[in-house]
């Protein structure tokens, strides 16, 4: 990792020019990864092996009694910006954010099934990969981070649309959206190795309205629990999103994980979700996913692999998909 000491950095760099510079330390880490990928036998998979390279850039440093950060992360080959934020760190009030792609609010508890390596759903096709809730997303969203009384409280807010232009607003026709997340240990419960967290989020559908002809929101809910005894973590979680807008079915799921240490270096894990579309005018359909990771680790480097299946893919029935990865990871 190298570091480049002494960078002038102002709080929203040349935007703010006229403000003067502070020291600053900008710390630049990345990593390499080497994959190979075997898709389903109904899908081409051309050339199974790959590689992208990520690299992050972090800095700090104090403005006006405050602390500011600031993070990018760059991936294959400066292809573009993934990920930015901005924060202010305020002491007892808590941090203050603008996230550009990094994860805020609900969308940091999206999964928190214990896993090796990935998750149940990744790499798999379908609408419905991923963690599924997040109502504010990730792109052009305001956050608040805090803890208070032991329970962490992630706070995300969107106005209008999360899909993001070239100069970084939003453009789309939905409203805005809110959502917030709580976590917590077991030490409010005096239950050692627990962790668990809830969420809520609402997201406007804009102009559209119901069946009923009244205005309605996307609300988002998910909960989850995970117990640690010695090397073994189980956990649980369960997500739904109740869809405001015409003709798209609310989506209801379960899942659940045990990942198990081996020894310092080497894990494992086995994880399943199933996702039942509440559909308005049809039969409802449950789409089921299972997944198997391993992963080993030798200092900076890291080997990893997992094997991801599901049936009824997004709903469809007969729409089954599966997707083999193993991938080697240097970070530097």
């Given at each position: 990792?190298?570091k480049l000491?002494?960078?002038?950095l102002?709080?929203l760099?040349?935007?703010?020019a006229?403000v003067?510079?502070?020291?600053?330390?900008?710390?630049?880490?990345?990593?390499?990864?080497?994959?190979?990928?075997?898709?389903?036998?109904?899908e081409?998979?051309?050339?199974?092996?790959?590689?992208?390279?990520?690299l992050?850039?972090?800095?700090?440093?104090?403005?006006n009694?405050?602390t500011?950060?600031?993070?990018?992360?760059?991936v294959?080959?400066?292809?573009?910006m993934?990920?930015?934020?901005?924060?202010?760190d305020?002491?007892?009030?808590?941090?203050?954010?603008?996230?550009?792609?990094?994860?805020?609010?609900?969308?940091?508890?999206?999964?928190?099934?214990?896993?090796?390596?990935?998750?149940?759903?990744?790499?798999?096709?379908?609408?419905?990969v991923g963690?599924?809730?997040?109502?504010?997303g990730?792109?052009?969203?305001?956050?608040?981070?805090?803890?208070?009384?032991g329970v962490?409280i992630?706070a995300?807010?969107?106005?209008?649309?999360g899909?993001?232009n070239?100069?970084?607003?939003?453009?789309?026709?939905?409203g805005?959206?809110?959502?917030?997340?709580l976590?917590?240990?077991?030490?409010?419960?005096?239950?050692?190795?627990?962790?668990?967290?809830?969420?809520?989020?609402?997201a406007e559908?804009?102009?559209?309205?119901?069946?009923?002809?009244?205005?309605?929101?996307?609300?988002?809910?998910?909960i989850?629990?995970?117990?640690?005894?010695g090397?073994?973590?189980?956990?649980?979680?369960?997500?739904?999103?109740?869809?405001?807008?015409?003709?798209?079915?609310?989506?209801?799921?379960?899942?659940?994980?045990?990942?198990?240490?081996?020894?310092?270096?080497?894990?494992?894990?086995?994880?399943?979700?199933?996702?039942?579309?509440?559909?308005?005018s049809?039969?409802n359909?449950?789409?089921?996913?299972?997944?198997?990771a391993?992963?080993?680790t030798?200092?900076?480097?890291?080997?990893?692999?997992?094997?991801n299946?599901?049936?009824?893919?997004?709903?469809?029935?007969?729409?089954?998909?599966?997707m083999?990865?193993?991938?080697?990871?240097?970070?530097?």
């Amino acid at each position: 990792m190298d570091k480049l000491k002494k960078v002038g950095l102002t709080a929203l760099a040349g935007s703010l020019a006229a403000v003067s510079a502070h020291a600053a330390e900008m710390t630049v880490s990345g990593a390499t990864l080497l994959t190979y990928t075997s898709e389903d036998e109904t899908e081409t998979t051309g050339n199974p092996f790959g590689m992208k390279t990520n690299l992050g850039f972090t800095a700090s440093g104090d403005v006006n009694g405050y602390t500011v950060s600031y993070m990018q992360t760059s991936v294959d080959q400066f292809a573009g910006m993934s990920s930015a934020r901005l924060s202010v760190d305020m002491g007892d009030m808590g941090t203050i954010a603008f996230d550009q792609g990094s994860g805020s609010g609900l969308k940091t508890i999206d999964d928190k099934t214990p896993t090796a390596a990935e998750e149940v759903w990744d790499g798999l096709d379908g609408l419905t990969v991923g963690g599924l809730v997040g109502a504010a997303g990730n792109t052009g969203v305001f956050n608040y981070v805090h803890t208070i009384a032991g329970v962490g409280i992630n706070a995300a807010i969107r106005k209008g649309s999360g899909t993001a232009n070239s100069d970084g607003s939003s453009s789309g026709t939905n409203g805005g959206a809110a959502d917030i997340a709580l976590t917590g240990s077991g030490d409010l419960f005096g239950v050692d190795g627990l962790a668990w967290g809830v969420g809520y989020g609402e997201a406007e559908q804009g102009e559209q309205t119901n069946a009923a002809g009244m205005k309605s929101d996307d609300i988002h809910h998910t909960i989850f629990a995970n117990y640690s005894m010695g090397p073994a973590t189980i956990g649980y979680q369960y997500s739904d999103i109740q869809s405001g807008a015409n003709g798209t079915a609310g989506q209801l799921a379960d899942a659940w994980g045990i990942a198990f240490n081996v020894n310092d270096s080497l894990s494992v894990s086995y994880g399943e979700r199933e996702v039942e579309f509440d559909k308005a005018s049809a039969t409802n359909v449950t789409e089921k996913g299972d997944g198997i990771a391993i992963a080993y680790t030798m200092g900076s480097m890291k080997i990893a692999g997992n094997r991801n299946e599901v049936k009824n893919n997004n709903g469809t029935t007969g729409s089954d998909d599966s997707m083999t990865e193993i991938a080697l990871s240097f970070a530097f």
